[in-house]
Each structure stands twice: as structure tokens, then as C-alpha cells.
């Protein structure tokens, strides 16, 4: 039943944004971090990882009560919530600081309800010590979910395989699952993608201050995601190539496409075509190279819309 899925193409882009600046700690990274995810949405990003996290700064006055990890106050966490309402997947670390007397707990964006914080396991599902704890300041679960992060295997800045440990590595780990969840399932929301996650943790429906839910099947996840994709692509649209530099193919197997606008960033309408059949071809190379989004409507009146780079 899996065999179509190795017939597709695996095309992927990556944006590495640092925002971090080791030396120091102070507010202003928090700051730095929305500039950084501004940015990956503005290149037409569908996930973000992010093993930054902020709690206590080099000046004290600008520490961050634990109350206020609720998810709706600090500023990351708001752009969270933000991202995640214009479809990003976001997926952050919980962080390292367990054991810490002064700041055992999540910090923030990891508080943020809307993205998924990963926790730090052992290879034998056993949570790593330095694993920072949940609920967020508004008692709202947290962790999410967690994976590997301790003995894992990694390549260092000069090329040498060694072990490594960190939520910083449980988070990428579980986005590249998550990434994998995203393509077999486009129009999955974030907040839906995360439901499903979690559901098919080992933990569910209980959850704990360490785990979260536990430790996800991804396998039952995709089973769960078929059954959604089958009834999707009942009208389901393909937009490709995506980048694209003259033109852009739209199809739909089942139903006709009757319109296709191009909308910029900022809302305004800039390209439109007619159409009347299941396939149509989109002229892109008078457009300003960036992101826009392509706007599908269908005979049954239907629209689809999609992010996509012009280059």
C-alpha cells in the first residue's frame, strides 16, 4: 500500500536563519526570533524548527515570570499563534534547563499552545535528565510529545560524527517526521497535524510534565492522514512546479477549474485567468520574483489556495 509514495518526487528547500547570539542573553533575541520566522514565512516556509527558547536573561529585570509561559503573553509566542493561523507548522524544543534551581520549565515559544514542543528521550524511551518540564504558565500541556535525544548521532561544525544530546536534537527529529506528515497530507492545519500527533502517542490521552504524550507512532499517524487525504483528493489541486520561473501548472483530476488568481502578499489581486477543464497553465514570468499565493476556484464554486515561490 506504500508503494505509490516512493513513485513521488522528494523536492526540498531550506532556510537556515540564525538569530541566536551566543556572547549574551538578553530580550531583544526574543525579538530577533519573529524577525527570523517574518522571514521564513515570507519565503513561503511550511514548517519551522526551532531549538530557541527564553526564559531567564544576563539582566535580571528582564526576566520572564513563569506565570507569564502562558502561551499568550511572551512575544514569540504570540508570533507562534500568528504563524500557525497562516498555516506554518511550527516545531520547537522544550529546552535543557531541567535541574536548573531557578528555571526548571519550558521556556518560551515551547509555551505557545499552538506549536508542538518536543521533550528528550533515551534511546530506550526513558526521559533525558536535562529535559525541561511542562505545563505552560497557564497550565495548558507541555511538552507535547517527545523523542530521541540523548546518545544521538550527529555531524559537528568541523564534519566529525560523534554523539550529541539536547531537545535541540528531539525537535528536529520529530520535524522532519512531521515534514513527512505535511507532504503526504498538504491541507492538513497545523493545529489538526498536531491533534493527530499526539494522538498516536504512547502516553495518550494522558499526558505528563516530562513526555507530554509521549513518544508518537508516526506510522499510525500516516494511516490516519490516508484516510483524510483519500476524501481530500476527491477535489484535490496540484499546483507545480513550486519554485517556478515562467509558469505554473494547475490540475485537478476530478473536478473542473474555472478561475486562477494571483494574489501578493499584501492581498491584491495581480494575475487571473480563465479556465474550463481539469488542467491549466499559469504565465508567472512578468510577476516579481517572490512569494504569492495562487487561488484555484473550482465548478462547484470551491477555492483552493497555495503558497508558491516565483523566481
Known amino acids: 500500500t506504500r508503494v505509490p509514495y ?26 530577533n526570533w519573529i524577525v527570523g520566522a517574518e522571514m521564513a514565512d515570507s ?104 523523542a530521541c535525544g540523548l546518545y544521538c548521532t550527529v555531524i559537528n561544525a568541523n564534519g566529525t560524527i560523534e554523539y550529541s544530546a539536547g531537545t535541540s536534537i528531539s525537535s528536529p527529529i520529530t520535524c522532519g517526521m512531521v515534514a513527512c506528515l505535511v507532504q503526504a497530507s498538504p491541507m492538513t492545519t497545523p493545529a489538526e497535524m498536531m491533534d493527530i500527533v499526539q494522538q498516536h502517542a504512547d502516553r495518550y490521552p494522558n499526558t505528563s510534565i516530562y513526555y507530554g504524550y509521549g513518544i508518537p507512532d508516526f506510522g499510525a499517524s500516516l494511516s490516519e492522514l490516508d484516510g483524510i487525504s483519500d476524501k481530500e483528493n476527491l477535489s484535490f489541486t496540484k499546483i507545480y512546479p513550486n519554485p517556478s520561473d515562467n509558469e505554473i501548472n494547475v490540475s485537478c483530476k476530478t473536478q473542473t477549474i474555472s478561475r486562477i488568481r494571483v494574489i501578493d502578499i499584501t492581498g491584491r489581486y495581480i494575475s487571473e485567468i480563465s479556465a474550463n477543464g481539469n ?33
Not at 488542467?279 to 489556495?305: C, Q, Y
Request: charged share 20%; glycine share 10%; with cysteine.
Open 6 to 31: 516512493l513513485l513521488w518526487l522528494f523536492i526540498a528547500s531550506y532556510a537556515f536563519i540564525r538569530t541566536e547570539d551566543g556572547a549574551t542573553e538578553y530580550l531583544v533575541e526574543e525579538y
Open 43 to 146: 519565503i513561503g516556509a511550511d514548517i519551522i524548527n526551532s531549538s530557541l527558547g527564553y526564559s531567564t536573561f544576563d539582566d535580571p529585570d528582564m526576566q520572564i515570570p513563569y506565570s507569564q509561559m502562558d502561551g499568550n503573553t511572551c512575544i514569540s509566542s504570540i508570533a507562534v499563534k500568528r504563524l500557525t493561523e497562516r498555516g506554518v507548522h511550527v516545531v520547537v524544543s522544550a529546552g535543557n534547563s531541567n535541574g536548573d534551581d531557578e528555571w526548571p520549565w519550558i521556556g518560551t515559544p515551547a509555551d505557545a499552545v499552538e506549536g508542538m514542543a518536543i521533550a528528550a528521550v533515551d534511546p530506550q524511551g526513558h526521559i533525558a535528565s536535562f529535559s525541561s518540564l511542562g505545563p505552560n504558565g497557564a497550565g495548558d500541556p507541555k511538552p507535547n510529545v517527545a
Open 279 to 311: 488542467f491549466a497553465r499559469l504565465d508567472v514570468k512578468d510577476i516579481p520574483s517572490g512569494m504569492v499565493f495562487i487561488e484555484v476556484r473550482l465548478a462547484d464554486g470551491k477555492t483552493e489556495t497555495r503558497k508558491i515561490i516565483v523566481r
